[in-house]
C-alpha cells in the first residue's frame, strides 16, 4: 500500500507559477500511473493531469493544457505539477493520486479508478 504526501501548495497572484510534489511511500513507485486532481470549494473532485508509470505519456485537461505540466521521478519516488499562467480558477485543493497497474502505457483520468490518495494541498491564487 501506498502513502502519498502533497507540498508545495501557497498563496500567489494571477499570473504566476507553483509547483506541486507528491511524494509517494510504502509501495514500488513505478508500479502505479498517477494524477493530479484539484477540488474548489463547492465543486467535485476534477481531473487535471495523468502520467503513465514511465512518465512518457501524459494526458492533460484541458483546461490546463499549455499552462501545467506533470511529470515523475521514479528514483524519488515523486511525481510533479508545474503550474504556471495560475488564475483564479486555478484556486482549490490539489490531490495526487495512485493506481496500481499493469499497463505501461496507460494514464486514467477518473477519481474512481484511482486507489490511493494524498491528503491535499491548498493552492490560493489572488487576482
Known amino acids: 500500500q501506498v502513502q502519498l504526501v502533497e507540498s508545495g501548495g501557497g498563496l500567489v497572484q494571477a499570473g504566476g507559477s507553483l509547483r506541486l510534489s507528491c511524494a509517494a511511500s510504502?509501495?514500488?513507485?513505478?508500479?502505479?500511473?498517477m494524477g493530479w486532481f484539484r477540488q474548489a470549494p463547492g465543486k467535485e473532485r476534477e481531473f487535471v493531469a495523468g502520467i503513465t508509470r514511465s512518465g512518457d505519456n501524459i494526458r492533460y485537461a484541458e483546461f490546463v493544457k499549455g499552462r501545467f505540466i506533470m511529470s515523475r521521478d521514479n528514483a524519488k519516488n515523486t511525481v510533479y505539477l508545474q503550474m504556471n499562467s495560475l488564475n483564479a480558477e486555478d484556486t482549490a485543493v490539489y490531490y495526487c493520486?495512485?493506481?496500481?497497474?499493469?499497463?505501461?502505457?496507460?494514464?486514467?483520468?477518473?477519481?474512481?479508478?484511482?486507489?490511493?490518495w494524498g491528503q491535499g494541498t491548498q493552492v490560493t491564487v489572488s487576482s
Open positions: 493520486a495512485a493506481k496500481p497497474t499493469m499497463y505501461g502505457s496507460r494514464w486514467f483520468s477518473n477519481n474512481y479508478e484511482y486507489d490511493y
Open positions: 510504502g509501495g514500488t513507485f513505478s508500479r502505479y500511473a
